[in-house]
């Protein structure tokens, strides 16, 4: 018997075995309606979710990174949820770094054999210089992927922190975590295509697990993102946005504020409510690790 065959990922969904013969609406219909389940899996997993992101948070705030890891699918994850929290919080690799198997080349091209490994998991981490102040997700819906087995032994063997991330129960890649998610989504609409609800439960716990621990870090005041770095116009004008949101002032003082902050959001909202230059703010903001809630609410 194939050894992946009683995953709950790979086994056939009695409610899709018609969908060739479905019309078009009735075929997204259906999509749609197996992606409920995703929600609820997610939601069964919130204690393990909210306990990595403490540990998490814990690491960063010490100098340690969150590295994601996997293959296929998960690994393209972990990469893009990584990727992001620069142009949305100003964090970059010196706190979080996503890795793949296969390296960057498997973003876009398959190498479906590059998983297959567990010695290719370890010598990955190895060369990011992986250190015990450091954190590793693995990423894997079917939960037993060698590539990610392998990187979590050798955390293990380092004294890291370490989360799995998977979509069946009792997963493999779990009895090597110190936190263990397992967002059991079922069969998939097209069997075995895990990028489908497998991976949609991957991404929505990605977004908590990122978006949770800047939020911890100070990265966010109030609902708004206030380290959004402005390299764009777009952010340019999210910037003017958020600083309006955060003190009150119109859009001509927003763009006023900004210039006069060197494009430092954080610095201009407490600028402008504390009443205070750059140097000031700077400090304040430092002072108080970044919180801008705790500099209004203590100063």
């Known amino acids: 018997m194939s050894i992946i065959k009683n995953l709950a990922t790979e086994k056939r969904n009695e409610n899709t075995k018609n969908i060739d013969k479905l019309s078009t609406y009735e075929m997204v219909e259906l999509i749609n309606k197996e992606d409920e389940a995703v929600i609820q899996a997610v939601r069964s997993q919130l204690r393990p979710i909210s306990e990595a992101v403490d540990t998490i948070y814990t690491a960063i705030s010490n100098g340690g990174r969150l590295i994601y890891m996997g293959a296929g699918t998960s690994g393209r994850l972990g990469v893009l949820d990584a990727s992001e929290w620069f142009p949305t919080y100003g964090v970059g690799d010196e706190s979080v770094v996503g890795i793949i198997a296969g390296g960057d080349y498997a973003l876009r091209n398959p190498i479906e054999g590059a998983e297959d490994f567990e010695e290719s998991g370890r010598e990955d981490l190895i060369k990011l210089n992986l250190t015990n102040k450091d954190v590793v997700c693995a990423l894997a819906s079917s939960g037993r992927t060698p590539y990610c087995i392998g990187g979590l032994k050798y955390a293990n063997e380092l004294g890291c922190k370490t989360i799995s991330i998977a ?133």
């Not at 129960?169 to 895990?194: F, L, R």
């Not at 949609?200 to 949770?212: D, E, G, R, Y």
């Not at 005041?221 to 009150?248: F, Q």
């Open 167 to 299: 979509n069946v129960e009792n997963s493999k890649i779990g009895q090597y975590a110190d936190h263990v998610i397992e967002a059991v989504t079922g069969p998939e609409v097209v069997t075995g295509s895990t990028r489908m609800k497998a991976g949609s439960a991957q991404k929505m716990i990605l977004n908590i697990i990122s978006t949770s621990t800047m939020i911890k870090y100070g990265k966010v005041y109030e609902n708004l993102m206030v380290d959004v770095n402005p390299s764009n116009e777009k952010l340019v004008e999210r910037a003017y946005s958020i600083i309006s949101d955060a003190t009150g002032v119109d859009y001509d003082r927003s763009k006023e504020l900004l210039g006069a902050s060197n494009n430092n959001v954080k610095a201009a909202i407490v600028m402008e409510k504390m009443n205070c230059d750059l140097d000031k703010a700077l400090t304040l903001i430092d002072q108080y690790k970044g919180k801008l809630g705790d500099i209004f609410d203590k100063e």
